[in-house]
């Protein structure tokens, strides 16, 4: 193991030279590395939110909800293909249990169309004929769990364009599982704003009110639902709304905080079907009161005046600007087709991140002198070339960290340090064993070469362990023990190369040019 | 010797049991689910009147204590009925009524209940996989009373962590776990250099008595293996004195890892390879075909 090829040592010195460039990046400020040719590597670590600050959010997307509506569209459905049909349901209402939909028809000889008008209609469902004589039609399987998917999807992506219009630098937003999301935003001084952004399910719609407005007796009508106000001014009120929607937010095409005779107000504008729809449903009703409904809750009610053709308006009550601000924000971003629990939240200030990064770097410098003197101290001129090779080991976990691109957490600061003082035990075992071989009676050249070749295994048998628990911690972990999992990793396999192959090529360096008689060691 | 480190050791699992099962773990909210807030008060904190203030909303068990210095506490409210929104409710009830009294929100963490049991599920078979794992590998390169010995070296590692854990009363989180299989990882280092030279000295020295082989492969390894311990430790003292509350409670687990795991592998690991019967034939016949068929 002393003789080290020509083809060896340049590699190793290669890679040296470049851990040193790639790891460089981290130490300047960004201003003086803006000056650097193009070609000098350019990426510095990432800090996690832990050191940066900022928000970490766990969110489930509720798909049960979506399902819950699609079956009841189902419902809305069949019941309006059986009476185009002029086929009639017996008894007169249909029942919906668990997901399915079902009933039955009074003339038992049409059941053959009844089929063929609802797949017609649905492809996706799977149609039962019930032994006492019914139908239960359900979704089939895949249809819902493409269902679940798509609304994932959908809500992952709306939830991308809200955050986006918040104007966060660099969220990142991922899917995790079936139905979560994963949300990390840094440098989030208030995350109750983003997280209200979250909550809200945002769904608009316009329905007429009953011409007796506020709802007297507890049950509506038939055809009208009974809605609670959001109004401030009358908060406990409830009116009883036609359930038939009479335009929608998905028409809308924009909505923007605006003021009209110094109060804010939200103004919106509607695509030409929703225009129509508007304009339709004012001149047919003029006088009437127009509820607008957001999210389970009228926030407006205003009388309609004249029709409305133009396609926009405004929409007043009692907001302040703030909440004009996010209403249009949410409403410009689209309802979300389901509702988000919150199932882990993690919070970091800047005060507390900024003193973290601080308290690694003076406990990483002190950990560092110390081991350094130490290395010295014991070992002599050998502990300084394992100190060398320390530097350049450190250098190299940055350079890693540095490309790809992973997080720097604070645990990943300690996996780090631990780094290094586990590092140079590959170089104790080794300069432990050429000690022995020394004593022994070998010759300084032989010692070394034993040292080398006997240590070998051990090195590769106790690190090959260690890294069987950092892989498993990686699998395990999230963020914060991630990042400690990654340092470790990557730090044990650096000080096996630097212990190996650097302080390796350093010894048979001084080996060369001074032939010594003895060992110092 | 042997006899006294057995000893000792098994007295420190009992302890740890007993006291895993009568004071039980600071389990953190990493696993519980609930509330945690790292407050930062303006002067010093008046904990008493915060405590009231919290207790008054009525939310269950609430702790708060002193985190680092007089001006930031810790305030740990347990996991709230209702599941996982009930949890960011308590939340904004807690800040509104601390309103006055605090400059700095440091952090705010937490934890519903489904994530809580997902975490804790995770943990327990992280820690196995990794046992099993190492296990395995010491099987694959060793004889497998090496693999006993080891994982009883292992597992007494850890439970005398989780022990001391409870001992301490510190906060057992998902750091702490982390900590753990640090710890497994560093103890087996340790153990498996001790266990190569058991290893070559048994091919080496065919007729040197077990008892007295396994002492001159501990003694052998002995400098190697307090160097190794002492610059491990020199920076985890580092990290310990200046390396901040958050990470602490790690800090210690790692440096009292270091301790146990060094005391396990030298006065353990190799120990009860003579209780366990090597054969040594096994070990050095493989050894012996092979230079035989590289000679010939």
Not at chain 1, 155 to 169: C, Y
């Amino acid at each position: 193991m002393i003789n080290i090829s020509i083809f060896q040592r340049v590699t190793v010195a290669l890679i040296c030279v470049l851990g040193i460039l790639y790891a460089l990046p981290n130490l300047m400020s960004k201003g003086t590395f803006e000056d650097f040719p193009d070609w000098m590597p350019g990426k510095t670590i990432n800090l996690g939110l832990d050191l940066q600050g900022g928000l970490h959010l766990l969110l489930k997307v509720e798909t049960e909800v979506a399902i819950e509506e699609m079956v009841g569209n189902l419902e809305g459905d069949i019941r309006e293909v059986l009476r185009l049909n002029e086929i009639k349901t017996f008894p007169k209402n249909m029942k919906i249990s668990g997901n399915a939909v079902q009933f039955d028809i009074s003339h038992p000889e049409k059941r053959e169309r009844v089929r063929e008008l609802v797949f017609q209609r649905n492809p996706g469902v799977s149609i039962d004929t019930l032994d006492a004589g019914g139908f239960r039609i359900e979704f089939t399987e895949q249809a819902i769990a493409d269902k679940r998917r798509e609304t994932v999807q959908q809500t992952l992506e709306i939830i991308r364009i809200r955050i986006d219009q918040t104007g966060v630098r660099e969220p990142t937003i991922q899917q995790q599982g079936e139905e979560r999301i994963l949300l990390q935003i840094p440098g989030v001084d208030n995350p109750e704003e983003i997280k209200s952004i979250l909550n809200t399910t945002a769904k608009l719609t316009f329905h007429l009110v009953h011409p007796e407005i506020f709802g007297g007796s507890p049950r509506p009508p038939p055809g009208y639902l009974d809605i609670p106000s959001g109004e401030d001014d009358r908060a406990g009120t409830r009116y009883w709304v036609r359930r038939k929607v009479d335009v929608g937010g998905d028409n809308l095409v924009d909505a923007q905080p605006s003021f009209e005779q110094n109060r804010p107000v939200i103004s919106f504008r509607f695509d030409q079907t929703g225009a129509r729809k508007f304009g339709r449903v004012t001149s047919k009703n003029v006088g009437r009161l127009l509820a607008i409904v957001l999210d389970g809750k009228v926030i407006s009610a205003p009388r309609i005046n004249e029709p409305i053709t133009g396609g926009s308006g405004i929409i007043t009550g009692q907001f302040s600007v703030a909440e004009t601000q996010r209403t249009s924000l949410l409403l410009r971003a689209g309802a979300l087709p389901a509702p988000v629990s919150f199932l882990e939240e993690r919070t970091v200030g800047p005060g507390l991140g900024k003193d973290s990064v601080e308290a690694g770097r003076i406990a990483s410098m002190i950990g560092l002198v110390l081991v350094v003197i130490f290395m010295v101290v014991v070992y002599g001129r050998f502990g300084l070339m394992a100190d060398v090779a320390l530097f350049i080991n450190i250098a190299l976990i940055f350079a890693v960290l540095s490309t790809l691109g992973a997080t720097l957490t604070l645990p990943g600061i300690a996996g780090i340090v631990l780094t290094m003082g586990m590092a140079v035990d590959a170089n104790v075992l080794i300069f432990e064993r050429i000690r022995e071989e020394t004593l022994g009676g070998r010759s300084p050249i032989s010692a070394i070469d034993a040292g080398y070749k006997r240590a070998l295994t051990t090195i590769i048998d106790s690190n090959l362990t260690t890294l069987i628990a950092s892989v498993l911690l990686f699998a395990f972990g999230s963020g914060p023990i991630k990042g400690f999992a990654v340092t470790l990793s990557i730090g044990i396999l650096t000080s096996m190369f630097t212990a190996i192959m650097v302080t390796r090529l350093l010894i048979v360096f001084w080996l060369r040019r001074s032939r010594p008689q003895t060992l110092p060691i | 010797m042997r006899k006294i480190a057995l000893v000792l050791s098994i007295c420190l699992v009992a302890a740890s049991a007993v006291l895993f099962a009568g004071r039980g773990l600071n389990l953190g909210i990493d696993f519980l689910g609930g509330v945690l807030l790292e407050v930062k008060t303006s002067g010093p904190a008046d904990m008493s009147s915060m405590r009231s203030k919290i207790g008054g909303l009525g939310l269950g068990d609430v702790s708060l204590q002193e985190f680092g210095s007089k001006d930031t506490v810790l305030i740990r409210v347990q996991r709230q009925e209702g599941g996982d929104d009930a949890q960011k409710i308590a939340v904004d009830r807690i800040k509104e009524v601390l309103a006055g009294s605090v400059a700095e929100y440091r952090r705010t963490e937490f934890v519903g209940p489904t994530v809580g049991a997902e975490l804790k599920e995770a943990a327990i078979w992280a820690v196995l996989a990794a046992v099993g794992a190492i296990l395995l590998y010491i099987w694959f390169r060793f004889e497998w009373q090496f693999g006993v010995g080891a994982v009883i070296a292992l597992t007494h590692d850890v439970l005398s962590t989780i022990g001391l854990f409870a001992l301490l009363q510190l906060e057992f989180n998902v750091a702490t776990v982390a900590a753990i299989l640090t710890i497994a990882g560093y103890s087996i280092n340790d153990t498996v250099v001790v266990y190569d030279r058991v290893r070559e000295n048994l091919r080496r020295y065919k007729s040197t008595p077990l008892i007295e082989l396994f002492n001159r492969s501990i003694n052998e390894t002995l400098s190697r293996t307090v160097m190794t311990s002492v610059t491990t430790l020199l920076a985890l003292l580092a990290l310990f004195i200046f390396g901040g509350e958050v990470i602490r409670g790690f800090t210690i687990a790692l440096i009292w890892g270091v301790f146990v795991g060094t005391y396990s592998s030298v006065a353990l690991a190799v120990p009860l390879l003579v209780y366990l019967k090597i054969d040594r034939r096994a070990l050095t016949d493989d050894e012996e075909e092979a230079e035989q068929e590289a000679g010939a």
